[in-house]
């Protein structure tokens, strides 16, 4: 009996022994390990907390118009600037010891534990908002212990390198709402159309519920439950002292008002215009140094939503109702600034932009940079020239080129240049640059920004080389410049996520001449001409169709082709260029087809003006104004029929007058060989 006592006790004392070995083996063993682990986590380092940041657009007034992400839409927003009801809540019911612990509740792991050994399966969660952080981060949803252990350690990383603000507002920036939204600010916006800076306590808590689970919490597909679990929410608030008793009950009987039928997933605000900021930005940014892919951008463009809506609407006004196509964009000449920009009938249905993409013949509108490079070399608004069926030869006089008018008809007389632009003469630009030779004019059309591919031809004067609506309005605005290098862009700022500006547009290149200011001021002034009725002769001034529309001075240029009609000109604070036709390079056949270019150009110019005085063009010094005959160049009196203001460099202003037999007779002659009568100005200026 003792001796079976005594093994008893001997037993008892050698699994006491063992127990107490086995236990500090462990507590050994877990020492070593928890040392390794800190060990492993500073010589690791501090986790990365980046995360895919939406780059949110702005239009030129600060106001957000779109965005653009990878996958997760999302608005970084700074702890600060968020609603102090939402991180209240958040760390109420989901952790409500975050500031006191180092990424672990052991109490709430213990019990869990428990509930997971009697069910058997990993039931229970217990993880704070830096484990949830961890997980956002780095791994999965999934359910399993070897994800959970890995939670710990990033978990603990986080904790050990980051304060308690920093790792609450990146918790806020990355957990799932549901809908597409990740982040509060995404989420806020989504759900109730206001920042999350704005939230009230009634709108944070509800806010607050969706996270549990985004399919079961919504208040958009589920309202009932949701509203439940923004009670306990509230509930846990109170117990925590965020609020009192009497605001939880206010919050609870508060309406919220839903904002996501508001919500706009796809960018509807000018996509095409969007589309070309993207492809600026990334080349600005590569020039820093960066990567756009970094996400997280915010750039404030050069959109005026005012325009933008004015060359909608004209579009939906004019554009007929086929498969006709167009481009439409606006500029400012004084900044370059895009003002709006149309690619396409419908960016859902083609994203494909026709006015940065599309390369066609310009037709008649590359007259004016021909006869910018004229006014360079001598011609003034008042060189005449014949029109005629004429025949011209090149390539060595291997090739012959016979261009007709869009009538048919001729003047048969020498016309002045002045006319000869408001009316679109072909023969008369042929032989200007026969006259003036194709280098001139390739180095007038690449310092006017114009890139294309021009051939030794004489149809090169009729806008055959293939262009960009792009480059041809960026040409006409440095006209409208005064000459200026003026750049076309769609950025005034980018600002990366952390709110450091990275680029900002400056003004410096785009002081330089490409033309000379008084030839810039003559051009724009003969461009007024195809509005006016006193040029229509053989043919009628270009312009007269919408001069009805007209209020206000506007220096202009139409060009056609079989498949194509352009329209682009300037106010003295306002560029517009206008492209229509079809994609497959179908005939332009119906009227209405002809003159949606026209129409809609004319409709948006009125409107972008609208409530706005008329400017006259700003004249530069060594140009002066002298009313001269139309059909002679010489100085008006009473007899001569067609009288117009002209602007000429204060040299080139004639001395006879209209009347003068031998000035009229030296207008009417003819030539017998076709070519151009040269009447430059020192042969009737003195």
């Known amino acids: 009996m003792k001796r079976s006592h005594f093994k008893r006790k001997r037993k008892r004392r050698t699994l006491m022994k063992r127990l107490l070995l086995l236990t500090l083996s462990f507590s050994v063993a877990g020492l070593i390990m928890y040392g390794a682990l800190l060990i492993y986590i500073h010589s690791a380092g501090p986790p990365s907390l980046k995360v895919p940041n939406a780059t949110v657009f702005l239009d030129r007034n600060g106001d957000p118009i779109g965005d653009r992400h990878s996958g997760e839409r999302r608005y970084w927003t700074k702890l600060d600037d968020m609603s102090p009801f939402l991180s209240d809540a958040f760390v109420a019911v989901e952790d409500k010891d975050f500031y006191e612990h180092k990424g672990f509740d052991y109490s709430r792991i213990a019990a869990a534990v428990l509930k997971d050994v009697k069910s058997f399966r990993k ?16 791994l999965t949803h999934q359910k399993t212990w070897t994800r959970k252990i890995n939670e710990a350690v990033y978990a603990r990383r986080i904790e050990t390198f980051y304060d308690k603000d920093t790792i609450l507002e990146g918790y806020l920036n990355t957990v799932y709402f549901g809908h ?12 109730f159309g206001k920042e999350v800076k704005d939230l009230t306590l009634a709108e944070a808590t509800l806010l607050a519920a969706v996270p549990k689970g985004p399919s079961v919490y919504s208040p958009v597909d589920h309202p009932d439950a949701a509203a439940d679990r923004q009670k306990i929410i509230l509930s846990a608030m109170v117990r925590e002292g965020y609020v009192t008793r009497d605001q939880a009950d206010h919050a609870l009987n508060q309406r919220v008002a839903l904002k996501h039928d508001q919500w706009d997933t796809g960018n509807k605000v000018a996509p095409y215009f969007l589309d070309e900021v993207w492809r600026e930005a990334e080349k600005l940014l590569k020039e820093e140094g960066r990567d756009i892919a970094e996400g997280g951008w915010t ?13 909608e609407a004209a579009a939906g006004k004019w554009m007929p109702d086929n498969e006709l196509q167009f481009g439409f964009v606006t500029m400012e000449p004084e900044s370059g600034h895009v003002t709006s920009l149309i690619g396409g009938r419908d960016y859902a249905a083609s994203p494909f932009n026709r006015v940065t993409q599309a390369e066609r013949q310009s037709g008649s509108a590359m007259k004016p940079v021909l006869y910018a490079a004229a006014l360079e070399q001598g011609f003034t608004p008042l060189t005449f020239l014949k029109s005629e069926p004429t025949v011209f030869t090149f390539d060595n006089g291997r090739q012959e080129y016979e261009p007709q008018n869009v009538n048919g008809k001729f003047a048969e007389r020498p016309i002045s240049l002045a006319q000869a632009l408001a009316i679109s003469d072909n023969i008369f630009a042929v032989k200007t640059l026969e006259e003036i030779g194709y280098k001139p004019f390739k180095d007038m059309a690449a310092r006017l920004g114009i890139t294309g591919n021009f051939v030794d031809a004489p149809a090169t004067a009729l806008g055959t080389t293939e262009v960009t609506l792009y480059e041809m309005t960026g040409a006409y605005n440095r006209i409208a410049s005064g000459g200026k290098r003026v750049i076309p862009t769609t950025i005034l700022s980018i600002t990366d996520a952390a709110g450091e500006t990275v680029y900002r547009s400056s003004q410096e290149e785009k002081e330089r001449d490409v033309m000379d200011p008084t030839d810039a001021y003559v051009l724009t002034q003969m461009m007024t001409g195809m509005f006016d009725p006193v040029f229509s002769d053989y043919t009628p001034a270009t312009g007269l169709s919408i001069r009805p529309g007209q209020t206000r001075p506007y220096a ?44 809609m150009w004319i409709e948006f110019m009125e409107g972008a003006h609208a409530g706005l005085p008329p400017e006259s063009f700003r004249q530069p010094e060594g140009v002066t104004g002298v009313i001269v005959d139309v059909e002679t160049g010489g100085l008006a009196v ?23 037999p031998a000035l009229r007779q030296e207008r009417s002659k003819d030539t017998k060989d076709g070519g151009p009568v040269r009447l430059f100005p020192f042969s009737f200026f003195d």
């Not at 969660?125 to 484990?131: D, L, M, N, R, V």
């Not at 939204?181 to 989420?187: D, I, N």
């Not at 079809?582 to 949606?596: C, H, I, Q, V």
């Not at 009473?638 to 009347?659: A, F, I, M, S």
């Open 123 to 138: 039931a229970e969660g217990a993880s704070t908002i830096t484990q949830q952080y961890a997980r956002n981060l780095f």
């Open 180 to 191: 597409g939204m990740y982040g509060a600010e995404a989420a806020s916006q989504f759900f």
């Open 299 to 311: 750039i404030r463009t050069t959109l005026d939503p005012f325009h933008q809506k004015t060359a």
């Open 556 to 599: 202009a240029k139409s060009g056609t082709t079989l498949s194509d009609q352009y329209l682009i000109g300037y106010s003295p604070t306002l560029t517009a260029g206008i492209w229509a036709g079809f994609d497959e390079g179908s005939r332009l056949t119906e009227n209405s087809d002809k003159m949606a270019a026209k129409k």
């Open 638 to 660: 009473d007899g001569c029929g067609k009288q117009r203001l002209v602007y000429l460099k204060e040299r080139h202003v004639p001395r006879k007058l209209c009347t003068d």
